[in-house]
T-cell receptor, first 115, second 113 residues
Framework: EAGVVQSPRYKIIEKKQPVAFWCNPI?????LYWYLQNLGQGPELLIR????????DSQLPKDRFSAERLKGVDSTLKIQPAELGDSAVYLC?????????????FGPGTRLTVL | GNSVTQMEGPVTLSEEAFLTINCTYT??????LFWYVQYPGEGLQLLLK?????DKGSNKGFEATYRKETTSFHLEKGSVQVSDSAVYFC????????????FGTGTRLLVSP
């Protein structure tokens, strides 16, 4: 069974440029998560989707970050414009139902460097 | 708010040594507790979990016991291998509603031959 797929694995951009990350969850998983992982820190939730609906986006900086999950399958996270402080690893995860006893499966992440 | 505190790394051990990585939590209520492992270049993988007090999670020789009285979930392994070198994250989620993982800062383990 294929795991969570993310692309690109690495991205280097100049500040003020836009950037987008793509995630394809495990087939059949209704819940999709985007996390931000700063260097030396644990992941922090940015947004959670139940199918195509964003049900928890309280930690997403909405002035520059946006996300979508069209058709309830793969998802895109966008930053526009990027700032130096956005340099981090962006992780995608999915789970079958999102309920508290469920297991989240993580992708390898996209490492973003903003110059 | 809910939080997880892990011991600072790196933890450096020789092969076959005993491993303990400390994890304590703060939560309103009784959470489920998890250990995730991140090998170089890979995503986080669930290592083990415990959903209520006194439960013991175990996997691949690793164990952790949910201690409500000390609000702890320390990770242990009796004999580490070089292949165990990775970053280990302790995490919690509350048992009401949907899962929202709160992670610690991670502890890097380096095992030398």
């Amino acid at each position: 069974e294929a795991g969570v797929v993310q692309s690109p694995r690495y991205k280097i951009i100049e500040k003020k440029q836009p950037v987008a990350f793509w995630c394809n969850p495990i087939s059949g998983h209704n819940t999709l998560y985007w996390y931000l992982q700063n260097l030396g820190q644990g992941p922090e939730l940015l947004i959670r989707y139940e199918n195509e609906e964003a049900v928890d986006d309280s930690q997403l900086p909405k002035d520059r970050f946006s996300a979508e999950r069209l058709k309830g399958v793969d998802s895109t996270l966008k930053i526009q414009p990027a700032e130096l402080g956005d340099s981090a690893v962006y992780l995608c995860a999915s789970s079958l139902t999102g309920k508290s006893g469920d297991t989240q499966y993580f992708g390898p992440g996209t490492r973003l460097t903003v110059l | 708010g809910n939080s997880v505190t892990q011991m600072e790394g790196p933890v450096t051990l020789s092969e076959e040594a005993f491993l303990t990585i400390n994890c304590t939590y703060t939560a309103t209520g009784y959470p489920s507790l998890f250990w995730y492992v991140q090998y170089p270049g890979e995503g986080l993988q669930l290592l083990l979990k415990a959903t209520k007090a006194d439960d013991k999670g175990s996997n691949k020789g690793f164990e952790a016991t949910y201690r409500k009285e000390t609000t702890s979930f320390h990770l242990e392994k009796g004999s580490v291998q070089v292949s165990d070198s990775a970053v280990y994250f302790c995490a919690l989620t509350m048992n009401t509603g949907f899962q929202k993982l709160v992670f610690g800062t991670g502890t890097r383990l380096l095992v030398s031959p």
